[in-house]
């Protein structure tokens, strides 16, 4: 069960990874957790976050948004980025990130996933096969639900390094 917790790759945040280098190894599809991940929780989408989905864009990758939020916080973040999305993915369970795949023709080892919680991105993403990035949360002003797993998500982190 570990094993299934450690991210494929890590990155200090969602606009310092090397999306070239992906796409160079195949990579088609980029899936995003939002909150945490792309912007602080519950902020819109910022002109960082704007240019970076466009610059994807531009580099012919597939871009969806996949979050255990609710409809009203998804769809108007994903509508101001133009990009696809899930919303009540029911993350960890792999169905959202598979039916993502499925509308880009996609296989598992084509598309990414980049989120900031190991319970529910990094397990999500390992259980549905797809390339899964950690990185560092944007911000420490979270759900209490969230504040309550990060000491545990710390020590895991410690075991799978230590693996």
């Keep these: ?9 890590t990155a200090k945040n969602a606009y310092d990874i090397d999306y ?4 160079r190894n195949n990579v088609r599809l980029v899936m995003f957790d939002i909150d945490n991940t792309l912007v602080p929780h519950g902020c819109t989408a910022d002109q960082k976050c704007r240019d970076l ?6 580099m012919g990758f597939h871009v969806i948004l996949i979050s255990n939020a609710k409809k009203s916080r998804v769809e108007p973040f994903a509508r101001s980025i133009k990009a696809k999305y899930t919303y009540k993915a029911r993350k960890p369970k792999p169905k959202a990130y598979r039916a993502a795949m499925r509308s880009c023709r996609t296989r598992p080892k084509q598309a990414i996933y980049i989120g900031d919680q190991i319970f529910t ?5 390992n259980r549905a096969g797809v390339i899964s990035c950690l ?3 944007i ?5 209490f639900e969230i504040r309550i797993k990060r ?6 982190m410690k075991l ?3 693996k």
């Design 121 to 125: 991105d990094m397990l999500g993403a």
């Design 139 to 143: 911000s420490p002003n979270e759900g």
């Design 160 to 162: 799978l390094k230590t």
């Design 151 to 156: 000491p545990l998500e710390r020590l895991v």
């Design 20 to 23: 070239k280098m992906l796409r």
């Design 135 to 137: 990185v560092d949360p």
């Design 53 to 58: 989905i466009k610059r994807l864009k531009d």
């Design 1 to 9: 069960m570990l094993e299934q917790l450690r991210p494929c790759m």
